[in-house]
Structure formats: C-alpha cells, structure tokens
C-alpha cells in the first residue's frame, strides 16, 4: 500500500495522521489541493517524486503538476511558482527542493546572466547577486526573509565554483591533447608522455585552446589568466591538502544533509540524534563504512550509549526523551575539543564579511517598506524627546543661576548643620 507505487489498488496520504486512503490518484490530487494553504508543503508529493505544487503570488494552491527541470519555464505561466518547503534552518527540502538547486545550476550556466571570467563568487554576489535572487524567487516560492536569502547565495556560490572546475577541466583536457599534437608534429613526442605533464606545461600550452562555445574573446582570456594566476594555484592546493586530510567520508552523494533529516523526520516523526545522523550520513547500503575512522567512531558511540543506558538501570525499550538525553550525552563526550564547524552549504553561520553590498541593499529595501504610520509616530517621539532635553537644559541653566546669587552666606543659612570642612570643600567647587 505504498503511496509512491502507481500499482497500489488504494493511494494513502502519508502525511496525515490519520492515514487516509483514497482509490485513486485524482482523489488523492483533490485532497492535497484541499488543504489550508499553511499545510500545503507538509502534502507535497503524495505519491510521486516529479510531481509538484503550482501557486500563485499570493502562495494559493493552483494545482499539481508532474514537471523536469526542463520544463519549469515551459509549463509555469506568469505569476506562477513551485512551492518549495523550508526547514528550520531556512534550507529547501523535499524533491521540490533539489528541483530548485539543480535549477540553480542551470541558472549558473548562462553566460549571459553571470559571467564565469570573475575570478571568485564574491565579486558575482557585489554585482550580480540580487538577480540570482530575483530569478530564482520567479520560479519558486519560499518565504521573503534575509537568512533564506544568503541560503539561496550560498548554493549559489556552491554552483558557480562546481561549474568553474569543470570548465577548468575542459580547458586542460584540452590542453593536453593540444600539447600532444604539436609535440607530435615537432616528431619529439613519447609514447604515453601526455601522463606525466607538469602543471606549468598545461598552464602553457592554454593558449593553443580554442575558447569554448558561449563564450566571448575577453572571457575565455580572463579565465584562462585567472586559472594561471598565483592565487588560483594557492587556492587549489590547499582545496587538495584539505580534501587528503578529510576523515570521514560521508555517502549521501547529491542528497543534502537536511533533506536526509527530513526523510528520517517523516519516517520516525521525530528529529535525528546527532550520533543517528553521523551514522546515517556515513553508513553505505550494506551498512559498512568508507573509512575505518567512521566505524570506529560509530563502535566508539554505541558502546557508550550502551554504556549511559545501564548506568541509568533502562531495561527494554527506552522512551525518546531518555534516547536523545543519552546520545546528546554521547555525542557531547565524544566532540570535547573539537572545534564546530559549519559543513558547506548547511546553515547560514557566521562569515568574515557579513556586511556586503546585497545585505544593505536588503536593508535598504525593508527600511523602504517599513509602514509610514509607523515612521510618524516615531518621528512625533524624536520631536518629544528634543523638545525634553531643551526643557531640562534650561532648568539646569536656572539651577546653576541660582547657586551662583546664592552664595556662601546662603548656603550656611540653608546648611545651618553642615560639617565646616564639607562647606570650605563646596566654596571650593563653586570657584
């Protein structure tokens, strides 16, 4: 009775809870379209991955629709959007989700929307980043906050390097074969020579490449000069002694870290443990691991777990409450001293610069927006409060005045009491 299997006799919903079945997919269709509108993303895809949700600007179901990557311009009409769910680390999830990434990628594939001569994703985020933004907000609807936003630049940037290192690749490939020919003309080629190129000769032998298709003079020529530069070739090898030094190998493949905690979520109906989402991200099909650090590490967590739960006196199944007190305990154990680090692409966190010339223009943008009965108030208080700190500085002016007649022959008649030292020390002030 699986909802994902056109053979079923009976279609269920599962994301009810209580577990409606329905005879067949139109009924199914029916229903998801009768849900209130903040229920919507908690129905999408009853039954089939390539099927998505269409709304309008007002984020109103229109329908369900099975739709590719290729047809999101075809089959979208104006004002219409897919509905992409969030979760509460603002990153898309479900197949709607890794329908707007690949997206993403195809966006990132037009030259003529963002060049890809720019020597980093910086200089496209100064420049070009709003209308990434802009353009991918056409296609799919999440909702208008600042930290949704740096998530979509941030697969943004994901994208543009993923796309610049193929084209790095191309281009070398094709040095290569380039190099070969003409050292096979000049009759001083080895057998099998083409193995053992340095980096310098490919780097070299880039000016025998033709540039690529799409791309214009200047471009090909700037890319060519950014991949020979300095800092490029510092870049990529500490991206190579990082990549060596890695230990755990996770093997989720294109499946992101928070589209794996929704699945489990639905499964179970709770949120992952940290140790059960380690486990989940590194443990193959068969239930082995790529590295031995991984399994180690994961024999290292259940014998602790195991461990917590005798010292507690937990005999038979154990409530979720007491499992997740047990692996947060587990999992803090066993990360003492080591430092966090926020993976790629997972979670907004904190970056050298967080003040960029997007975000003031965001800021920009709402401060525009902000209701104008809400701007007159305020500026009725700011008058109140100048007008306040008039008021109080004339009477301090009066009060200084009147200290200054009063003089010492005042003060002793109004402190007949007071100790003679503090009066000498209170003439001396005044003077």
């Not at 909702?143 to 281009?171: A, C, H, M, Q």
């Not at 025998?208 to 298709?213: A, E, K």
């Not at 050298?352 to 701007?375: C, G, V």
Request: glycine content about 4%; overall charge positive; some cysteine.
């Amino acid at each position: 009775m699986c909802a994902n299997d056109f053979s079923c006799t009976y279609y269920s919903c599962r994301y009810c809870r209580n577990a409606k079945m329905f005879r067949s997919r139109k009924s199914l269709d029916k229903h998801v379209l009768q849900q209130p509108c903040d229920q919507n993303a908690n129905h999408i895809q009853p039954y089939s991955q390539q099927h998505y949700l269409a709304v309008d600007d007002q984020g109103k179901v229109l329908r369900m629709q099975k739709m590719s990557l290729k047809d999101v311009h075809r089959l979208l009409g104006d004002g219409e959007r897919i509905l992409v769910p969030v979760d509460d680390l603002f990153q898309p999830i479900k197949a709607a989700g890794g329908l707007c990434t690949r997206f993403m990628t195809l966006l990132i594939g037009q030259f003529t929307l963002v060049p890809l001569d720019l020597e980093n994703f910086f200089e496209v985020k100064k420049y070009w980043g709003a209308k990434l933004i802009v353009e991918c907000r056409e296609k799919f609807s999440m909702p208008y906050t600042l930290e949704i936003d740096k998530v979509i630049l941030d697969k943004f940037g994901s994208k543009y390097r993923s796309v610049k290192y193929r084209y790095k690749n191309k281009l070398l490939k094709k040095a290569k074969i380039k190099l070969k020919t003409a050292r096979e003309e000049n009759g001083v080629y080895i057998k099998d020579e083409e193995k053992n190129y340095s980096q310098k000769q490919l780097f070299e032998a880039l000016n025998l490449v033709d540039q690529p298709s799409r791309f214009a003079d200047h471009q090909c020529e700037k890319l060519k000069s950014n991949i020979r530069s300095g800092n490029s070739k510092k870049l990529s090898k500490k991206g190579k002694e990082a990549r060596s030094t890695q230990i755990h190998s996770h093997t989720t493949g294109a499946i992101s870290y928070a589209q794996k905690k929704d699945e489990f979520q639905l499964k179970e109906k709770r949120k992952p443990t940290e140790v059960e989402f380690v486990d989940m991200a590194h443990q193959t099909k068969n239930g082995t691991y790529v590295q031995v650090e991984s399994k180690d590490f994961m024999e290292k967590a259940r014998d602790l777990v195991a461990k917590m739960t005798m010292e507690l006196g937990i005999s038979g199944p154990i409530d979720t409450t007491a499992e997740s007190e047990i692996h947060n305990a587990v999992w803090k154990e066993l990360m003492e001293g080591e430092t966090l680090r926020r993976p790629l692409n997972y979670g907004v966190g904190v970056t050298k610069s967080q003040r960029t010339k997007l975000n003031d223009d965001l800021r920009r943008m709402i401060k525009r927006s902000s209701s104008p009965a809400l701007e007159a108030k305020i500026s009725f208080q700011d008058n109140q409060i100048k007008s306040m700190e008039n008021t109080i500085k004339d009477l301090q002016s009066q009060i200084h005045l009147v200290y200054t007649a009063f003089g010492m022959s005042g003060t002793a008649v109004a402190y007949p009491n007071m100790d003679p030292l503090l009066l000498e020390n209170y003439h001396l002030h005044q003077s």
